[in-house]
């Protein structure tokens, strides 16, 4: 009867705008809520069939289908905790409860969020207030990052910064710049070495240093000099003063150039290198230095000079594995290595590296990566924290605390390194604000109170009408 296919239409009216009204009571409640994704109730029509032309109609009624607009970003809100992250762009946060730690299952662990403010426990675990950690890959020793499955967070791990580590920054890059004085390749100049000594640090954080003397090749004869020779002897401290390179040093007198390493296209004589490595070395009588940085007792040859990058490669600290590159200058480059004259002066030199130092902050970058810094000045990337990505965010299973987990609507999620992919960049010291607009809520609200009431009025415009039928008399 058609009578009562409106009373049932006007029912469904009252359900529909009162799940429209929840939506909208949840995205008022949370327009102060980081990371919050307003909900929307949208209207279907159900139609009951009619045959055609049949004079009647019978109301089937409306039905409403919620759906939480997971895609829409909110706005970035600065904040001053170097931990708050969010994403400018698309991506999501890997988390995980803290009661899922520990366990084994696996993918189905994986939450998501798009913000959120992380800090360290008791047991330097970073995590949220409500009991998020967040995950990330660990940085090697060197702070690299090695290559890490895509598909499964199984070599993902929590995020844990322990207040009082420490870390050593070995020196693997030294700049040698000195000016040896050209008079001392005169006749009748001194035979002595001038010596530096250059602090550098070990893979433990302890100081080292390398010996550096500069041995003048002084001529017996005028028509040989000024000779613009010299050899150099580099010692170890921490391979009990041991020999690691011998190398004898030509430079430049032409008008053009003079003064440093000499090029090999203007050799005199020609052919005569810039940089040859030498295995051993007699400067006086009695004084002999062999290159023999393991201890061996056998002279080994010095590691090469390339005069494309101006550097010779040394192994310190009485192993193969240790390596430091140290620039000696390219030819024709004033840059490092001069011989001018003056005074013997160190001119520039610059090393990386630094001692044991104690943690004093972390931050993360726009890519992802946290990075640690000592109070020695030096920073280090500790973990990488990639993005999550889903072929339809919308299909995401909606949870507390503003997380989201994977769902047969969703597809399958892929772990990308932030700005790279579809993916935007992470933002530190920042949360991403509500996607709740709460002038549209108020106005969505004041329609919604219009429609519930026009559909109760339905009810009691057809609770009249039947009234009216059952007062009729035979």
């Not at 607009?69 to 803290?98: C, K, Q, W, Y």
């Not at 693997?172 to 070495?193: F, Q």
């Not at 999620?413 to 108020?442: C, I, N």
Request: proline share 5%; charged share 15%.
């Amino acid at each position: 009867m058609t009578i009562s296919s409106s009373l049932n239409a006007g029912v469904a009216g009252l359900y529909a705008n009162a799940t429209k009204l929840a939506s909208i009571a949840d995205n008022i409640a949370n327009s102060g809520t980081y990371g919050y994704k307003r909900a929307d109730a949208d209207f279907e029509s159900m139609v009951i069939t009619q045959s055609a032309n049949s004079g009647t109609y019978s109301a089937g009624g409306v039905r409403a289908n919620t759906l939480r607009l997971v895609e829409e970003r909110g706005a970035i809100v600065s904040t001053s905790n170097a931990m708050d992250i969010a994403i400018s762009g698309r991506g999501m946060l890997p988390v995980v409860r803290e009661t899922s730690l520990g366990s084994t299952t696996g993918n189905d662990a994986l939450l998501m969020t798009r913000t959120g403010s992380f800090k360290t426990d008791p047991n330097g675990v970073l995590k949220t207030d409500t009991g998020l950690v967040l995950l990330g890959w660990p940085a090697n020793a060197d702070g690299t990052v090695p290559t890490m499955s895509r598909d499964s967070i199984s070599q993902l791990q929590p995020v844990v910064i322990a207040a009082n580590q420490t870390a050593a920054d070995p020196t693997t890059r030294m700049n040698l710049g000195v000016n040896l004085p050209a008079e001392r390749t005169k006749l009748g100049a001194s035979a002595s070495p001038l010596t530096v000594a250059v602090e550098y640090f070990g893979n433990l954080g302890t100081s080292e240093t390398l010996q550096v003397s500069y041995y003048p090749t002084v001529p017996t004869t005028a028509a040989d000099s000024p000779t613009n020779k010299w050899t150099m002897v580099i010692q170890d401290s921490a391979s009990s003063d041991r020999t690691i390179g011998i190398y004898e040093l030509q430079f430049s007198d032409a008008r053009s150039g003079g003064g440093t390493l000499l090029d090999l296209s203007g050799a005199t004589p020609p052919g005569s290198p810039a940089v040859t490595p030498r295995s051993t070395f007699s400067p006086v009588a009695g004084v002999t230095f062999d290159v023999d940085p393991y201890g061996t007792g056998t002279p080994t040859a010095s590691p090469p000079y390339s005069s494309t990058t101006g550097q010779v490669t040394l192994a310190v600290g009485g192993s193969a594995a240790n390596t430091l590159d140290l620039t000696l200058g390219r030819p024709g480059s004033a840059s490092a290595l001069t011989q001018v004259s003056g005074d013997f002066a160190q001119t520039g030199i610059t090393k990386n590296g630094s001692p044991v130092g104690n943690l004093t902050g972390v931050e993360i970058d726009a890519g992802g990566y946290i990075k640690a810094t000592y109070d020695t000045g030096f920073t280090r990337v500790i973990y990488q924290i990639p993005l999550v990505d889903v072929p339809n965010y919308n299909g995401l299973t909606a949870l507390n605390n503003q997380t989201f987990a994977i769902s047969p609507d969703s597809g399958s999620f892929y772990l990308w390194d932030a700005g790279d992919g579809p993916t935007g960049d992470v933002v530190g010291y920042a949360r991403e604000g509500s996607t709740t607009d709460v002038a549209q809520e108020l106005t969505n609200l004041i329609q919604t109170q219009r429609a519930y009431s026009s559909n109760a009025k339905i009810i009691q415009t057809v609770d009249e009408m039947l009234q009216e039928t059952t007062n009729l008399k035979r």
